[in-house]
């Protein structure tokens, strides 16, 4: 452990005794000294008895910017709200930042989002029900509704006072957004373009008009992929008539992009990685029924491989690669999977068509395959002095891996072409079908060679 790291935990351990001793002065001033990031962290430590006494150290502003930095997922901070008395949550909510305190209310009971929202000030409470009605994983539902937005008729000197005015509430104060007189999207102007701009040029003089935007209902993947090729900070958000009425903050974007690629991870392992209960009997259950799936999946191959059973009887030798060919097909499946999942995850970037995909995949998988079937020929001819032998494992092993390379590709734009998550054709799920296809393709190559195996 680093030494600014041990310091880091003595000092907060240090406030946490203050708060525990219920010396509120010295609480105060140590803790908020802190970075709202080690706020979090503490609070989300504490037991319920320290922070009820939290609660009363700290103003719902104070507390307000501490919640802000809280990692926890929504559904587990709501819980800190039902501690407090409602006019306290109720300020609190009202001082964070409305896309944070929407992702917190989404999950409140319904009776108390009704009262925290009517002892909340009217303007806020009408923003966080406005952002509550749009639909999850959008534009909408990740916004803020704290930004800096100027007229392209007011000058420089104009515009600054209210940068300056707003700075306090606003998420991001880098961006200032241009509207006209009906409060439509413009254009945008730069903390910096401000500050090296003549005090009575005017706003629409300065500003760049080229703005990029979003709309309300886009997806938070493409909201993403857009700050990231463009590498802004921020983006605005506009409604159907263009009116500006959000912005999004790269800090949200990590978010997204973290919860993303938890979700295509949990998909390719077949379990929910976020969900990790302490309790064994509840993390089996939640892994269980896609085990259960799989195994009945298995069974297929199982009961394959018995219809072979009197080919297996007259070459006993055969049975010994039947896993080298099922675990080097199904890996060859798995990377072709993981690789179509980020194609598809980035298909902004590549507009290949569904043919040329297909061939690219074909001829990946024929290389592979070539190189590896070669590999095992030569292995198994060597070591059991066969090398009949040797070119049917090779073969049975090459087209393996042509088709599960195919299939994992495959599946995935289909399912994104049906319109289902690509995700869920996890590698579990591509590793099963690749070892039936792989034992089908094994033995019948098998048996076509077999006179030259057995030598009868």
């Known amino acids: 452990m680093s030494e600014d790291k041990q310091k880091s935990e003595v000092k907060q351990a240090q406030i946490v005794t203050y708060l525990e001793q219920q010396q509120a002065t010295k609480f105060r001033e140590n803790f908020l000294l802190l970075h709202v990031y080690e706020q ?28 802000n930095a809280v990692e926890e997922e929504p559904e587990a901070v709501i819980k800190y709200f039902d501690e407090m008395t409602p006019n306290y949550a109720a300020a609190v909510l009202g001082q964070m930042y409305t896309d944070n305190a929407v992702d917190i209310l989404a999950f409140a009971e319904k009776k108390k989002l009704v009262q925290y929202l009517r002892l909340m000030p009217t303007e806020k409470s009408a923003e966080i029900k406005e952002m509550l009605h749009y639909e999850d994983k959008t534009a909408g539902a990740i916004m803020a509704t704290e930004f800096v937005q100027i007229v392209s008729n007011q000058t420089v000197r104009s515009g600054m006072h209210v940068l300056k005015k707003e700075a306090k509430e606003a998420e991001m104060v880098y961006y200032a957004y241009v509207v006209d007189d009906e409060e439509k999207l413009i254009g945008v102007v730069t903390l910096r373009q401000l500050l090296i701009s003549d005090d009575d040029a005017l706003i629409k003089d300065v500003m760049n008009d080229q703005v990029k935007a979003v709309k309300v209902d886009e997806d938070q993947e493409d909201v993403a992929k857009t700050i990231r090729d463009y590498n802004f900070l921020a983006i605005p958000v506009t409604d159907y008539d263009d009116k500006l009425i959000g912005i999004i903050t790269v800090d949200d974007i990590i978010d997204v992009i973290d919860e993303e690629s938890a979700e295509d991870y949990s998909g390719l392992a077949g379990v929910d990685i976020e969900d990790s209960p ?11 029924p896609w085990l259960i799936t799989l ?12 219809h072979y059973e009197q080919l297996v009887s007259e070459a006993s030798i055969l049975a010994v690669f039947i896993s080298s060919i099922t675990g080097t097909a199904g890996n060859a499946g798995t990377q072709s999977l993981a690789v179509a999942v980020r194609r598809l995850a980035y298909k902004g970037d590549d507009n290949k068509t569904l043919l040329r995909t297909i061939i690219t995949e074909v001829i990946t998988g024929v290389v592979i395959g070539l190189v590896t079937g070669l590999t095992i020929f030569v292995i198994v001819g060597l070591w059991k002095h066969n090398f009949i032998l040797g070119f049917v494992i090779g073969l049975a092993m090459m087209c393996a891996i042509i088709v599960a390379n195919l299939a994992g590709s495959i599946i995935q734009m289909a399912m994104d072409k049906l319109g289902f998550d690509p995700a869920v054709a996890s590698g579990p799920f591509i590793s ?25």
Request: glycine content about 4%; cysteine-free.
């Open 278 to 288: 302490e309790d064994p009997i509840k993390a089996a259950s939640k892994r269980l």
């Open 40 to 67: 979090a962290q503490i609070l989300t430590e504490l037991t319920i008895r320290q922070r009820a006494r939290l609660y009363r150290y700290l103003t719902p502003e104070e507390l307000g910017a501490t919640f």
């Open 295 to 306: 195994l009945f999946l298995g069974m297929s191959t199982a009961t394959l491989i018995s």
């Open 432 to 456: 099963t079908l690749s070892d039936l296809t792989s034992v089908l393709i094994y033995f019948n190559i098998a048996s076509i060679f077999l006179s030259f195996i057995t030598g009868k």
